[in-house]
């Protein structure tokens, strides 16, 4: 893969541009459904970036769902279906209103979703969960866009359903069906956005502990509060911009 080095730039903006890059060459079979992706370490010499970098801009290529990521194998491309397909594509989550429409559709799916998935996990599955919330944790603190390691998590619980409808459905969202990566101000007070994100990941935990005891009550209740939360904060926001 002949691709010159990328300039100096923030992590984020280099993700972006790995990502746009491999997504081009994927929509222009340059990359073929089935293809395994090179290793980390030959995409940080092809490109002249950090292992984070690539970290990121596998994530993001998995949020899209073009690429999926099997354990101790590799990356490997995924088949792109030209087909009518379900899809929340981005301009339709462009208000309060339509948002707070999605976080209601997926309380009905992933509530479910993390109940079967407590019955039917795997190690694979835990420690693939684990690595999500490794690296939410990690952007979090390091004040880095966590959206991708959220998106992410919440397809792993659909992975562990071992009923392929679950994780298909969730790839299809897209990383715009994070909320806050649709309606935050980018000038929102840091300290707040932090305490934000620390109870989110805390509700993360919550669903992971009761996945993996295997409680399948409490992995229920867990999601249902997890994007209840969400769902009434927007709700807050629509009723104070009313």
């Known amino acids: 893969m002949n691709v010159p080095l990328l300039p100096r730039r923030k992590p984020r903006s280099l993700a972006i541009e790995v990502v746009d890059k491999l997504t ?4 222009g079979g340059r990359l073929p459904a089935g293809s395994k992706l090179p290793t980390e370490a030959s995409f940080m010499e092809t490109f002249g970036v950090s ?16 690429v999926e990521t099997r354990h101790g194998i590799g990356t490997f491309v995924l088949a792109q279906d030209s087909g009518p397909s379900f ?9 309060l209103r339509e948002v707070i429409a999605v976080l209601e559709f997926r309380i009905s799916v992933e509530t479910e979703a993390a109940a079967l998935a407590a019955v039917r996990r795997n190690d ?36 562990a359903t071992q009923n392929h409808h679950f994780l298909d459905l969730m790839k299809s969202l897209g990383l715009g069906v994070i909320p806050r990566t649709r309606l935050e101000a980018p000038a929102m007070v840091q300290p707040e956005r932090l305490a934000y994100l620390r109870r989110v990941n805390q ?40």
């Not at 292992?51 to 073009?66: D, F, K, W, Y």
């Open 24 to 27: 081009e060459d994927i929509r």
């Open 51 to 66: 292992r984070t970098v690539v970290r990121e801009a596998i994530s993001r290529l998995q949020a899209a769902g073009l």
């Open 87 to 95: 899809r929340i594509s981005p301009d339709q989550l462009g208000t």
């Open 124 to 159: 694979d599955n835990l420690r693939e969960m684990r690595d999500a919330l490794g690296a939410f944790t990690a952007a979090m603190e390091e004040g880095r866009d966590a959206a991708s390691a959220d998106l992410q998590f919440h397809q792993e619980i659909a992975r």
């Open 203 to 242: 509700e993360h935990e919550n669903i992971y502990n009761a996945i993996a005891a295997q409680d399948f009550e409490a992995a229920r209740a867990a999601m249902r509060t997890h994007l209840s939360n969400s769902r009434d904060r927007h709700r807050r926001s629509e009723a104070g911009s009313a």
